[in-house]
DNA sequence: TACAACTCCGCTG
DNA sequence: CAGCGGAGTTGTA
């Protein structure tokens, strides 16, 4: 891993450079980018022992090895994104809900939640990954459908392999 | 107002 | 039954 500066840093995974943002000791970003991870200035060894975990946990995750995280996360966005976030939150490793199944939780349209999920900025622990149309097909996701599908098919190996 | 990471419904082969 | 097109729907910039 690699750091930006201050309160930002950048992993290399097998899926794609991740970058990584705290606030106030929280996780407040975790996104796809295009940044090079090369002449980046070192953290403090304050905020390095902070990452370090979050990134250990999100290489794990990505590997198969991790199936929760145990650090917590600042959501921003509309209420109505958080409402969604939350209810995406509760979906569990290796389970997908649909875009209407969401809807119906909240009293809102599979259209609006679809919105309200390409507007996740904080992946995999807000596993939008898991949510897919009602008749089965992939819907979207902003890493590419290949990723997602690598996502899923993943997480349904290890629920299988773990009896979950 | 236009558009989106959706669904439903009614057609056509 | 699969595939397609259009309408309905809610939240956002």
Sequence with gaps: MKYKNFNTCIIKTKIGN?????????VIKIF???????????????????FKPIN????GFLEGKIINFSFSIHLQGSSFQKKVWNEIKKIKYGKTLSYLDIAKKIDSSPRAVGLACSKNINLFIIPC??????????GGYIMGNSTKNYLLNME???Y?????
Excluded: A, C
């Design 129 to 138: 990954h898991r949510v897919i149309n009602s008749n089965g097909n992939l």
């Design 160 to 164: 299988d392999f773990l009896l979950l």
């Design 156 to 158: 349904k190996k290890n």
């Design 56 to 59: 250990q946990q999100i290489e």
């Design 18 to 26: 991740i970058f990584i943002e705290i606030k106030d000791y929280k």
């Design 32 to 50: 796809p980018t295009n940044l090079k991870i090369t002449n980046f200035k070192y953290l403090s060894s304050k905020t390095l022992s902070l």
